[in-house]
């Protein structure tokens, strides 16, 4: 490790913020040292609860990060935010707007924020955004809160980041099939009807139950499933996601809030408490986090294999010169990607050829 690595470091353990600002840098660009970086603070990590909220845009996931700041702030914890902003793609530039929206704790010493851009990344994600929770929880920081970009459907990389993952839903943002897409359904442990004063809250909050129930059976439970039976002799009354009987695993709350006046997040808290309670107990707080790091060497791999290849001008120049058999048709997409990595395969593993 090079001097100026040990002596952030150094910094870094003593606790000074201007150290892991340097460090989120460092590891957001790239730069040299972030593996010894990362590497250094590899064994210290896990003490952190990590927090996802995820939702489509205008949902009001700013406000409620930072009601929920501030709530973890009176409990005596500190807070670590991650936010996340879409990049341009005329510009490559972002707004990066959420500590303007987060005023309320900018300025707190117990709170540290840190806006990034996706940069083309897909999945609601900046590429280094576990990365940065990694430093944030090395630094020991109690609570890290990641809030994606809001991009709608796709944004399920942060079920992968979070210990709990929040799905933050208003009336306005679509019909009910709409909001209750798959995807969104599945990497929700809470969910959250924020503008809850608004009309087709209830409504919606109604759907979000019932399709919870249906997801795990329990929609009507007192019906046999066999075909040719007179429905009209069973109780066919929806059992309510809340009032599932399968203890053996969580059933998401359906929470109501109205953000922008602070209505609501106590029970959001205490929703959060429960279900990191709920992984503790059945083991699976320890599973989700041995997945991530299983992820974390994929990511790692990927990222060091793409980066070995493409960055040798050799290869880049080879490909330029099959295009021409492509076009042709000559050749298939395929064959030359094999022929790409007996050729340059050696790069990928980092061995001699």
Known sequence: MNASAERLLGEFAAGKIPALARAVSIVENQRPGVDEILGALHSKLGNARRIGITGPPGAGKSTITTLL?????????????????????????????????????????G???????????????????????????????????????????????????ADTTVVVLVPESGDSIQTLKAGVMEIA??????????????????????????????????????HGVDLKRFDRTPLRATEATDNARWTPPVLSSIAAKGEGITAIVESLERHFRYL????????????????????????????????????????????????AGSVTPYAVADDLLAAYGHLVTGTNA
């Open 189 to 226: 442990d809470i969910f959250v009807v924020n503008k809850a004063d608004r009309p087709g809250a209830d409504r919606l909050r109604n759907d979000v139950e019932l399709m919870l129930g249906l997801r795990k059976g329990a929609a009507h439970p007192k019906v046999p499933a066999h």
């Open 111 to 161: 709170v540290f924020i840190r806006s990034m851009a996706t940069r083309g990344s897909l999945g609601g994600l900046a590429a280094s955004t576990r990365e940065i929770s990694d430093l944030l929880d090395g630094f020991g920081f109690d609570r890290i809160i990641i809030e994606t970009v809001g991009v709608g459907q796709s944004e399920l990389d942060v079920a992968r980041t």
């Open 280 to 327: 503790e107990n059945t083991g699976a707080l320890r599973e989700r986090r041995r997945e991530r790091l299983s992820e974390r060497v994929i990511e790692v791999a990927d990222r060091r294999m793409r980066r070995r290849l493409w960055d040798t001008p050799g290869a880049r120049g080879w490909l330029k010169g099959r295009v021409d058999e492509l076009e």
């Open 69 to 109: 700041a501030e709530q973890f702030r009176i409990g005596g914890h500190t807070v670590g935010i991650v936010c996340v902003d879409p990049t341009s793609p005329f510009t490559g530039g972002a707004l990066l707007g959420d500590r303007v929206r987060m005023e309320r704790v900018a300025l707190d010493p």
